[in-house]
């Protein structure tokens, strides 16, 4: 918000009010003065404060697990300790995939500003503030999950990103977005938001997980488990409104944006301790405990409310799942897909 200028020596006079004894007109009403002005206010803003953190904090429980409750339903993880610990394996994962880097884009040491979309448990951010104690970080989320002692240049804010964002433009130096597959409709909004919110010259940074499973020696055949899991979620993920191709699609939506210097790089992630690469079979055995932790939350709320399945016919596909990832003989992978890009300077 800008204030107003003072006037100058130049400014013509001002138009003199009406007389003290003129009574005030319709446009010019006097604003009278409560004589007691605290007890009805606080006590309504009180009343306010107490609904509002009551509507975010009241989880849904649905099939054992926990569930946001504000703007319920918009996304379809659970936010219970089991689907946290899942985030936490991830976060691990990806640092290691990317040599201990926690972003891709070139962006400098100087980053005043950031703004961390999706943040989940906060782990990304709270990484990212302690490696630059001179930027102020914000973290966002759906839901209250974050710790509460963090360090001081971070904080967390429940927000909605797929609306309308709230910052200044022309604001942050970086906006890091990271597993926000299936959870935003419209993408090409998604990006203006961020284009107008980052500093000319600021950049964005994404990182996201091809849900197709892939294997170079066909072990993955078009009826194997892990391919039927594949075609299930992208055709649920359209159904739902919400695509989980984000990563395929990221590039392109950038680029459509206005976003320009748009590189992406692509990893594979294998699915077990197959590889003979050191450094990628440690990723395999860490993203096997990955997978093995979070498919229940990916599926159970999708394919319960968007395709109709019930509890025990989620269970029997986990049941498949599990023994399809774990068979030493299925050499799977997927792409973990890093795609950033730099607002123009003009």
């Not at 007389?19 to 206010?41: C, K, M, R, V």
């Not at 504000?70 to 379809?76: F, L």
């Amino acid at each position: 918000m800008t204030e107003s200028s003072p006037s100058s020596p130049h400014s013509p006079p001002k138009p003199q009010g009406p007389p003290h004894d003129a009574p005030p007109s319709d446009g010019d009403s006097g604003l009278e003065i409560d004589s007691n002005p605290t007890t009805d206010y606080q006590d309504e803003f009180a009343s306010d404060t107490t609904s509002l953190n009551s509507m975010i904090t009241s989880y849904r429980y649905e099939n054992g697990r926990r569930y946001h409750a504000y703007k319920e339903g918009a996304y379809w993880g659970p936010n219970d300790e089991e689907q946290n610990e899942q985030l936490e394996i991830a976060h691990h994962m990806f640092t290691l995939l990317l040599n201990n880097k926690l972003f891709l884009a070139p962006i400098g040491d100087h980053i005043r500003r950031a703004l961390d979309v999706g943040t989940g448990t906060g782990i990304w951010a709270i990484d990212f503030a302690e490696d630059n104690p001179l930027t102020e970080i914000i973290g966002t989320d759906l839901s209250p999950i974050q710790p509460g002692f963090v360090p001081p240049n971070l904080r967390f804010e429940i927000d909605d990103a797929t609306e309308t964002w709230v910052y200044p433009e022309n604001h942050f130096d970086l906006v890091h977005v990271r597993s926000m597959y299936g959870a935003v409709a419209d993408w090409p909004a998604f990006y203006q938001n961020a284009l107008k919110t980052l500093q000319p010259g600021g950049w964005i940074d994404q990182l996201e997980m091809s849900i197709q499973f892939r294997s170079d020696d066909n072990t993955v055949t078009d009826d194997h488990v892990l391919a039927l899991w594949s075609r299930l979620f992208i055709a649920t993920g359209e159904q739902f409104g919400k695509t989980f191709q984000i990563a395929e699609r990221a590039k392109g939506y950038m680029e459509e944006a206005g976003f320009e210097n748009v590189t992406e790089r692509r990893f594979k992630l294998p699915i077990g301790p197959w590889s003979k690469d050191k450094k990628l079979k440690k990723l395999g055995m860490w993203n096997l405990v990955h997978c093995e932790s979070g498919i229940e939350g990916w599926a159970m709320a999708l394919l319960t409310r968007v395709m109709g399945w019930t509890y025990d016919d989620v269970q029997a596909l986990l049941a498949e799942m599990r023994k399809g990832l774990r068979d030493p003989n299925i050499h799977a992978y997927f792409y973990v897909v890093g795609v950033y890009g730099r607002k123009p300077q003009n």
